[in-house]
């Protein structure tokens, strides 16, 4: 949907899109004001908060907001903290000098106006500001995005950031469905807005957590929007569950899908982390679709057998992931975690990461989880119960691990650098940025 009948594919694919929110005639004058301008091309339009937000969800690189479409200040502030464009805010007549002031902090907002705004005069700055932040962002991939504070708060109330586990190893069979369920249980537990998303085919969630096999991931990618992800949810307690595949003949197209169609992993991370999600568990498969949920995460769980084996599946695994899809993913160093599964008589864990460095050269990524081998985890799934809710001695070896990554003094760990917190004060409401 171009906006200018002279425009060809290339100046469509340069202009700054724009996301124009509010009343109907507002609109129609705003649209006007920008449509005979090349630079521009306003992709969408929102009269209500909730399509705005549905729409923010695809990051137009501009949103002009009528502030007026907000029944009050809260939720307008909440939707303006998560967009990461430059936004230009018209605040009603009415509005204090210390409103505008205190929407002019929101880091993305560029301009804050009092009951009109001329975005024909506007024009050029606003062009200014997009290019600068496209560069911006270029130069800094998704990292700002990754690492972008959430409303998510931690035992304690402490912010947490953004986590987005992919729980994986190349090997089949080893545990990472297990330990994907209860890690990501075990969040939603602890408070954090939590979902779970499973990627097997046909997925072992709905048999192991006694859920539907429908809806599932293709229902969300027949609908690839927060609305079509509401709709595709499954509830164990207070975990919001996605259901991986019904069957490999899905799974095959999702693995042929680029990852930034509307549809893909990294998509739909996107948008959960949109709808206010703190932590995405990814239940990677050992298939080729795993390159889609280690491209969306921050964060990775190789689960591995305490075996001579398990180090060689797991030192592989790691070196796919630093080697060779290097600068396709978003996963520190420091945000890599191995979890042995199914300890017991066999190799211990000092012995495990003696070998596994051994093997890579350099010192491995640390063990902090020794998950024992119990015959009541298979139990309880087969009577579709949470091997965490049934046996001491695993919810202990789970224990470490969630610490790691869900407690507030944990959650500093793989974040690089911009962990610089800000607060302001904005209608009196305090906001930690
Ligand atoms: N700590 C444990 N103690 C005992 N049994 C376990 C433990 N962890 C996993 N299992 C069992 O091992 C089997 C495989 O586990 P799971 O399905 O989690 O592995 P996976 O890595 O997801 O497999 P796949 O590669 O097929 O997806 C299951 O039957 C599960 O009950
Ligand atoms: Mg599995």
Redesign the pocket.
């Given at each position: 949907m171009w906006n200018h009948p002279g425009m060809n594919l290339q100046q469509a694919a340069d202009a700054v899109t724009v996301l124009l929110a509010g009343s109907i005639p507002r609109l129609q004058a705003w649209y006007t004001a920008l449509a005979a301008d090349a630079r521009f091309r306003v992709a969408m339009q929102a009269s209500d908060p909730q399509d705005l937000k549905s729409k923010l969800v695809t990051s137009p690189d501009v949103l002009v907001l009528d502030a007026g479409i907000y029944p009050g200040p809260q939720p307008l502030l909440e939707d303006l903290t998560r967009y990461h464009g430059a936004a230009y805010v018209l605040l009603p007549m009415e509005a204090s000098r210390e409103a505008m002031d205190s929407v002019a902090q929101i880091p993305c907002v560029k301009g804050v106006y009092k009951g009109e705004m001329n975005l024909v005069g506007m024009a050029g700055e606003m062009y200014a500001a997009a290019q600068a932040q496209r560069q911006a962002r270029m130069s800094a991939g998704m990292e700002a995005l990754w690492n972008r504070p959430q409303s998510g708060m931690g035992a304690g109330g402490a912010p947490l950031g953004l986590r987005v586990v992919a729980v994986w190893n190349q090997a089949?069979?080893?545990?990472?469905?297990?330990?994907a369920t209860n890690l990501a249980y075990e969040a939603a537990r602890r408070g954090l807005p939590t979902l779970l998303v499973g990627m097997?085919a046909p997925d072992?969630l709905p048999l192991i957590l006694g859920l539907k096999p429908e809806p599932n991931l293709n229902h969300w990618r027949a609908n690839p929007t927060a609305e079509g992800l509401k709709l595709a949810l499954q509830k164990v307690d207070t975990l919001d569950v996605l259901a991986g595949f019904p069957d490999v003949l899905s799974e095959a197209r999702a693995i042929t899908t680029p990852l930034d169609a509307p549809e893909s992993i990294p998509k739909l991370v996107l948008t959960a982390a949109y709808m206010g999600y703190a932590v995405i568990v990814l239940?990677a498969?050992?298939t080729a679709l795993a390159s889609a949920a280690l491209a969306a995460a921050n964060t990775l769980v190789l689960?591995a057998r305490p075996s001579l084996e398990g180090v060689m599946r797991t030192v592989e695994a790691y070196r796919t992931v630093v080697e060779r899809l290097a600068g396709e993913h978003h996963i520190p160093a420091a945000g890599v975690y191995v979890a042995l599964?199914?300890t017991g008589a066999r190799m211990g864990a000092d012995e495990w990461h003696k070998a596994a460095s051994a093997l890579l050269g350099r010192p491995f990524p640390p063990v902090v989880a020794q998950?024992?081998?119990?015959?009541k985890?298979?139990e309880a799934?087969d009577g579709r119960k949470l091997p965490l809710n049934v046996s001491d001695g695993?919810a202990r070896g789970v224990k470490p691990l969630a610490d790691a990554l869900f407690s507030p003094q944990g959650a500093q760990a793989p974040q690089n650098g911009s962990n610089g917190k800000k607060s302001f004060e904005i209608f009196g409401v305090r906001v930690k940025v």
């Open positions: 089949g069979g080893v545990g990472k469905t297990t330990i097997g072992d239940d498969p050992p689960v599964n199914r998950i024992p081998d119990e015959p985890v298979g799934q695993f």
